[in-house]
Nanobody
Framework: RLVESGGGLAQPGGSLKLSCTAS????????MGWYRQAPGKQRELVAG???????DYGDSVKGRFTISRDNAENTVYLQMNNLKPEDTAVYYC???????????WGQGTQVTVSS
């Protein structure tokens, strides 16, 4: 239901872009965004877009990451700039959809920031 792309290896200060496309019956989309989980740490919100367009960012990425969406394609993008080693994690796309608030997770994509 969720197809992720992007990720990989970047140097500190570099950039990467992630994308996530939702397929199937996902109407309405209540929330769509990204979480991440580093080894030994809890999964945390990176960024997400509410149904009304309101955007939430995790404190550690504010000013560096930008989330956007293409409603026609049911796709969200995460532009990650000025990457830091502490951004290294598996990034998961998350979707909350439908009147009952169903949840879906992507398979995860690895982001590694290292020189």
């Amino acid at each position: 239901r969720l197809v992720e792309s992007g990720g990989g290896l970047a140097q500190p200060g570099g950039s990467l872009k992630l994308s996530c496309t939702a397929s199937g019956s996902t109407s309405p989309i209540n929330f769509m965004g990204w979480y991440r989980q580093a080894p030994g740490k809890q999964r945390e919100l990176v960024a997400g877009i509410q149904r009304d367009g309101r955007i939430d960012y995790g404190d550690s990425v504010k000013g560096r990451f930008t989330i956007s969406r293409d409603n026609a394609e049911n796709t969200v993008y995460l532009q990650m700039n000025n990457l830091k080693p502490e951004d290294t994690a598996v990034y998961y796309c998350y979707l909350n959809w439908g009147p009952a608030g169903s949840n879906s997770w992507g398979q995860g994509t690895q982001v590694t920031v290292s020189s």
